[in-house]
């Protein structure tokens, strides 16, 4: 088991920036590929960014290009999602999960995702 607790949400404004934190507990995190998900009531969840077990590679999805950036430090069991120049249609509940990489490599595939966080809300007013 992977306990994933996500924090940092909150309500910004368009053009601002906020900085989401997912703090890992449980088996050996740095094994772990992770991803950061959002989803909107009454939509399906989206994929947003990935990071390798090492960080050493990502994946972004191309509506967060060139302003979300994701990345991990192994030896604090934490990934963060630097989000700048947030716009309205960001507004969503985050999730982080993880996996334990075989063949998908990256994923932007819910059902790939073995564990998740509860959630944080993030809200861009116009």
């Known amino acids: 088991q992977v306990q994933l607790v996500e924090s940092g949400g909150g309500l910004v404004q368009a053009g601002g920036s906020l900085r989401l934190t997912c703090t890992a507990s449980?088996?050996?995190?740095?094994?772990?590929?992770m991803g950061w998900f959002r989803q909107d009531p009454g939509k399906e969840r989206e994929f947003v960014a990935w990071?390798?077990?090492?960080?050493?590679?990502?994946d972004r999805v191309d509506s967060v290009k060139g302003r979300f950036t994701i990345s991990r430090d192994n030896a604090k069991n934490t990934v963060t999602l630097q989000m700048n120049s947030l716009k309205p249609e960001d507004t969503a509940v985050y999730y982080c999960?993880?996996?334990?990489?075989?063949?998908?490599?990256?994923?932007?595939?819910?059902?790939?995702?073995?564990?998740w966080g509860q959630g944080t809300q993030v809200t861009v007013s116009s």
């Open positions: 999960a993880c996996y334990y990489p075989t063949t998908a490599w990256p994923s932007r595939v819910v059902s790939e995702y073995d564990f």
């Open positions: 990071i390798s077990p090492s960080g050493d590679e990502t």
């Open positions: 449980g088996r050996t995190f740095s094994n772990y590929a």
